[in-house]
C-alpha cells in the first residue's frame, strides 16, 4: 500500500487549520493589521490567559507563564532562571525527545539519565532515588530533576517532589506532551518549581509553528526568565545579565489563543478515542496503555507495547491504519550522546527494551467517527 492509500494517518495536521479556520484566519489577520509582531499584546493575552488556565486547576497556586520560542528553549530558560548551568548536573530519562537532553547542554549543565517504569514509561522513582543518594562518579553535583509527562501520563510527582525536597534538588515537569493531565485532580505543570510546555504543532496545544511557554508559581523567576528571553533586558537595549533570543511571535500567540478555547474538549475527545481503542484490544495479545491510579492521561500518543512490532505496523498499515514509533531510538543511544552521558545504575535497560517495542496508533482530536470505526475494526482483527 502506498502512503497516498492510507485512510487514517497517525495526525493530521491539516485537519487541527480546518477545524478552526474562520477563527484563526480572523487572529492573523488582527496580527497582520496591528503592524506589531514580536513581544506585543497577543503574547501577554496568551501568557495571561495560559496562566489562568493553568490556575484554575483543582488546588493551583497563581501561576504565571513566559512565552518564548520552542519547547526545547522554555527547559533552558528555566534552568538558566534558576541559575543552573556549567558546574551543575540535572537528571532526565532517556526515553523523551532528544530536546529534554539537549535543553539540559544548552546551558552547560550535565545530563544524568534515570531509566524509566515500563508501565507507565516514565521516570522510575527507584532509581532517581539510588541516583540523588549516590550520583555517578565524577557528575557535578545535581541541581534539578526535570520528569517527563511522556505521552500524556503524568509521573509520579509527589514522590519526584518528596525524594527531591529531601535532597535540595529543584523539580521541573517536562509537560510537552501533557497539556491538561492531572495527578490526584492537580494540573500537570502547577506542581512542580516550574513547568515547560512545548507548543509544536503536533502538541495537544499546538501552534502552526514553533512556539513554547513556561509557567510557574514563583514570580521573581517568572520575572527573571522574561528578562532573559529578550538578552536579559530589564531595561530595554540594556542587558543587565546574560540572555538570549527565545521570543514567542505575536503570530503564533495569536493563534494560540484560538486553539486554547478548545483545548479541554480536544483532551476529552483524545480520552474518548482512547477508552474505544481499549474497548477493541480487550481480546487483543496486546494491552492497553497503562494509567496509574488517580491519574487522568490525555493522550498525546497511544501507545502499544509489541514485540512483534514491524509486522503488526504492517498489517495495520495494510488496512489502511498508519501508525508511527515514538521514539525509535533512545537519547543515550544516539551517535551525539552514546557513550559520554552518565546513567543510573540500570543503565537504562528498560528503556532501551521500550524502544525497541513502542507502537502509536493515530490519535487526534478531529479524528471522524469513520476513521476510528476503520482503526478499531484493525485492532480487533490483531
Known sequence: ?????IIVPQADLGAVYRAQKEEI???????????????????????????AWLSAG????????????????????ILRGLGIGPGCAVATVSHTAVATVAAIEMVGATP?????????????????????????????????????????????????LETC???????????????GARLGGRMIGTIGDAAAFSLYPTKNLGALGDAGITATSDAALAKRMGAIRQYGWHTRYISDEPGVNS??????AAILRVRLTVLDANNARRQAIAAAYDEALANAPYAAPYRAPGTEHVFHQYVLRVPEREAVMARLRA???????HYPV??????????????????????????TEVMSLPVFPEMTEGQLDKVCAALRSL
Open 165 to 179: 525536597r529531601k535532597a535540595g534538588v529543584a523539580v521541573i515537569e517536562d509537560c510537552a506532551q501533557a497539556h
Open 1 to 5: 500500500m502506498n502512503a497516498q492509500d
Open 330 to 355: 533512545p537519547v543515550h543511544e544516539q551517535g551525539a550522546y552514546a557513550g559520554r552521558i552518565a546513567m543510573g545504575p540500570a543503565g537504562c535497560a528498560e528503556t532501551s527494551r521500550a524502544a
Open 112 to 160: 544524568v539519565l534515570i531509566d524509566i517504569d515500563p508501565r507507565t514509561f516514565c521516570m522510575d522513582m527507584d532509581e532517581l532515588k539510588a541516583v540523588l543518594a549516590a550520583p555517578p562518579p565524577g557528575l557535578p553535583p545535581i541541581r534539578a530533576v526535570i520528569p517527563v509527562h511522556i505521552y500524556g501520563h503524568p509521573c509520579d510527582l509527589d514522590a519526584i
Open 25 to 51: 484566519d480572523a487572529a492573523v489577520a488582527r496580527v497582520l493589521a496591528s503592524g506589531w509582531y514580536i513581544l506585543g499584546q497577543e503574547g501577554a493575552a496568551f501568557e495571561g490567559e495560559y496562566a
Open 58 to 77: 483543582q488546588g493551583a497556586p497563581a501561576m504565571q507563564a513566559v512565552g518564548c520560542a520552542n519547547g526545547t528553549d522554555a527547559i533552558a530558560l
Open 319 to 325: 488496512q489502511g491504519v498508519a501508525t508511527a514509533i
Open 247 to 252: 521570543r514567542l511571535d505575536e503570530m503564533q
